[in-house]
């Protein structure tokens, strides 16, 4: 908790000021992390495979209070406006919420749902992640507010899988984006020096040991916001399920190479009733689905290098096929592949921005930051490690 003390005094601080409140009074707080994927991208939704790992000391603290007056009041240290507000049940409409406040709104409306419990409570947030780069600083404020809620109603009876799905819903119904389950998932179940290889199809998931000590991963940032709620990411989404459909399966999770290479080259077939790029599209998330479960092999058996190599697979994959990275994604993993040292380098998250993760070697993670610095002027990047997952505590004063 060292680590993240100055944030809890920033978010402490935050509700004193906004609520008026006595420093006698005790507060609660919720801490959920933010994430990478270390391979496995845009497959959650597709009932695949994905292998995200939590961030150590990065993410996002709720602290609040229960209340009598029968609303959510909520102020957040992020730069928006307005940052500050109050949803009244029954009398505010979800239209009328700031973006950044719905995902709150929702949680507390899918923790209302699970618990049968009525909430009234002021709230504050401050988060270390920057937003919208690709590090799931949506999942992470959503986790930490179910945390939160769980502690200050006393609640222990919901499972760690309906927490998660609770906080989904809440971002699909509040927030108007069609995530996969992998960020809830990571920010509930983070491990240190633990990856979370996750089968989003039947929610088993096995911790798989990720701290070597030769190695450190980098998180470079570009800098260049990515919106999930955009209209990319839910178009990429419809095709991947309009594709499953024309298989006659479920999900593109259930479907082999072959079989997608058999039924798009069929001589005389019309597929003009699918969307655009159907065929790049769907190749990406089978084949990503299979590099996932490749490099999980890889970790347990120490194959770093071609671990590494699948990660360089990913990127490309995910620039030619899926088409969700950047000019500045792109340069970010080039320098990378060509600096001494790294073993693997790919984009992260949803892509159309935000960040590129590369796993390198300990003694060449200088020359790697100095490289980026002279060739990616417009990034910024840190080293990082597998953290934990979500807690709550209560704060003395």
Known sequence: MSDLSSLQEKTVNLFNSTYKSSTSESLTAGYAPGRVNLIGEHTDYNNGYVFPMALANMGTIAVGRRTDKGEINIVTSAEVTPN???????????????????????????????????????????????????????????????????????????????????????????????????????????????????????????????????????????????????????????TCEAVAKSLGVPSLGEVHIDQLVKHFCKPGSDYSHLPDKSYPRSRHVVTEIARAKKAKECLVSGDITLFGQLMNQSHKSLADDYQVTCPELDEVVRVAWETEGVVGSRMTGGGFGGCAITLVKRDAEKVLLDRLNKLCPYSSSFSTTAGSGAYSWDISV
Not at 127 to 137: I, Q, T, V
Not at 162 to 167: E, L, P
Not at 188 to 194: S, W
Request: glycine fraction near 6%; aromatic fraction near 8%; include cysteine.
């Open 84 to 238: 500050m507000f109050c949803y009244k049940p029954g009398k505010s409409g979800i239209e009328e919420v700031p973006q950044w406040a719905r995902y709150v709104v929702g949680v507390v409306k899918c923790f209302e749902e699970v618990s049968s419990l009525t909430v009234s409570v002021d709230l504050a947030l401050s988060s270390n992640l920057p937003m919208g780069a690709g590090l799931s600083s949506s999942a992470s404020l959503e986790v930490a507010v179910f945390s939160l809620l769980e502690r200050l109603y006393n609640v222990t009876n919901i499972s760690k899988i309906d927490k998660i799905k609770a906080c989904q819903k809440a971002e699909h119904k509040f927030a108007n984006v069609p995530c996969g389950i992998m960020d809830q998932f990571i920010a509930t179940l983070g491990d240190v020096d633990h990856a979370l290889f996750i089968n989003c199809q039947t929610d088993d998931f096995e911790k798989v040991p990720f701290g070597d000590k030769t190695l450190l991963l980098v998180v470079t940032d570009t800098h260049k916001k990515h919106e999930l709620a955009g209209g990319e990411y839910a178009k990429r989404r419809a």
